[in-house]
Every structure is written in C-alpha cells, then in structure tokens.
C-alpha cells in the first residue's frame, strides 16, 4: 500500500504569517528531504507543486543534474530518490497525475501544524491508509502551511505533531518526515 | 528529562561518501531544522560542533540575526528556537559545555544509518532516557555520517532508521527528526 502514497510539497495556495494567500518560494533542499524520505520509506513518489514556471523550470533544472548529469554520477543514491520527484503546477494536476499512474482518484490527506476542526489521530490514520482502496496524496504546506482552500480541498486532515509544550513550528521537512514515520515506519 | 538531553550536529570528524574522514560544511538550514525540534520536543538545546573558525564565524554572524537582529523581530518564534543553539569546536566541548550546565558529564549516544555492532533499539533507547541520570548528549553526524573515531566516543549507537527496502538514505533533518520523536514523541 504505501507504494501508491505520494507526498505532495505545495508551494501556492499557502499561508503567510498573518494568515495572507501567498505562493512560497520553492527551497530545492526540501525537495531533497522529501525525496529520500519517499524512497527509505517506500512511498510511489513526490510532487512539488507550484504555479510559477520559473520555478518548475528552476526544478526541471536540478532535476536534469541529478538525473542524468553531473550530481547523479557522483551520488547515485541522490538520483535514485530523486527519480521519484514530479513537478506539476497545482495540487488538482498532481491528483490527475497520481490517477493517471494507478488508474484510480487519489484521496487527499491534508496535514497542518494547527488542531481544531476534525483532525484525525496518527493511530487512526495509520489504520485508514493501511486498508485505503484507493491511491493516497499527503499533502503539506510550506511557508505557514496549507491555505484554507488547500486544506478544504482534501478528505481529512491528520492532528497537529505536538511537543509537551505550546511550541510546535517544525520545518516542513521534520514535519513530513516524523509524519511519514508514524504513519508507515515498522 | 528532555530538558537535560541536547542534540550534537557534527561536522568533524565524519566521513565522506568512500569513507574519508573529512570536515563537512555547514548547511544553515540544518542548524534551523535542529533548534526548531529541539525547542518543539522541550529538549536542552543544539550544539553545532565544527572545528573550522571561519564556520563557526558564520554560525555567530546567523545567530545574531535571529536573536538580536532583524530575523528574530520579524519571526520570534524562530528567535525562541535559536536561543537554544551555541557553537562549539568539538564534541569534547560540547561535552564540557553539557557538564557545566548540569553539574554532570552527559552520556553521549550515537545515531548512525549503518546497522551492526551493539546498535541500540528505539524501544530500548526510549527506556535507557527516560531512566537516565545523567544529561544526554544525542550525537548525529553530517556527511555520510560519524567517523569511527566519534562513533567510539560515544557510550551507545541507535539502530538505524530503516524503511521496507534496502535504501535508508535520509538527510540527517529527516534522521533527527524521526529519532527525536522515537525517543521523546507522545
């Protein structure tokens, strides 16, 4: 099953801090972190979204070094988990291209640092992805996470991972990777 | 406990892809992503060791723009997780650094990706810290992780993170993050 889950790293509709629909610059050590994530946990892949070209093109050219240039030949375990990267421009066209690949609609899974509404449980959403029938799309924001309309447009949406105390601004890379860890490590 | 248990980024000694035991760069994003976890799980703190002046120059001259300069007015929440960082030489002196604040030396504990020898489970690990008497000193290597020399110094190694497969190529972000929650997670 986790072979047909794919993290979606969304650039554009995200949140600034006062809560502004912003688009985010793409950070390319992100689209590393998720990667490798991806592939150590067996995941289908990655997808960065975003509606800018200059920045897909940005992408496409560090993907083309590690894919069949100059970083893949020196580091071959680098271009193994970035073979598995797509860059598409919206969270809608990575859903298509998740469909296309298993011929069934993904469902959406939001994450976000914030609690409140119907957040499901780690224990519940481990249980929920193993028996999924249908491909999955994790989806996590950057900047200061997901929009409001990012975070309606998915089926549900897992809890906060939260410290002892009132402090939880990880990365988006630690997030996705303890995320992914609960959800799918042994 | 956690409060008495920092984590150690380390840039040398550690080994390059062949094996080399080299003094890495340091990638400020790591020393974001570290602190920013640390303070999220209510640990001691982040010692980023390098034994190179003009790096830890870099590390200071980042440090005063989070914690007195613009950054930190712009973004106190990342100022709240880089109080938490100080710049050290070496493990030893992280060590040192550790005893003075506690009045006891740390037990140092390793993480490597590389399995074998007496590698500590996480179940285990997670028993040995919350019974420690002593502050922890958590030890992660950058590169291709620790040379030998500091995986020796150290008192116990952690089982590696491993996913389904035979890859478990993480970036030491991803690594720590998933440890940290092993260890001191809800």
Redesign the interface.
């Known amino acids: 099953m ?1 072979d047909r889950v794919c993290l979606a790293l969304v650039h554009h509709p995200t949140v600034d ?1 006062v809560g502004t629909v912003v688009t985010t610059a793409v ?1 390319t ?1 992100d689209l ?2 998720f990667c ?2 991806a ?4 995941l289908g892949g990655v997808y960065a979204t975003t509606p800018l070209t200059a920045q897909r093109d940005l992408v496409a050219s560090l993907l083309d070094h590690w894919l069949t240039g100059r970083g893949g030949e020196a ?1 071959p ?2 271009r ?2 970035l073979q598995g990267l797509r860059v598409v421009e919206s969270i809608d066209e990575a859903a298509r291209d998740v469909a296309g690949r298993w011929g069934d609609e993904p469902e959406l899974v939001a994450t976000s640092a914030r609690g409140g509404g119907q957040r499901v449980s780690f224990d519940e959403g481990r249980r929920r992805l193993a028996s999924a029938e249908r491909p999955v799309l994790l989806v996590f924001g950057t900047g200061w996470g997901l929009a409001p309309e990012a975070l309606a447009r998915c089926r549900w949406t897992l809890e906060p ?5 009132e ?5 988006v ?6 995320v992914v ?2 959800l ?3």
Do not use: M, V
């Open positions: 986790p801090r950070t050590l590393h972190d490798r994530l592939r150590t946990y067996g580091n375990c680098r193994q988990a991972i939260q410290g002892p105390g402090y939880n601004h990880l990365s890379r630690s997030a996705a990777s303890i860890d609960r799918f490590g042994r």
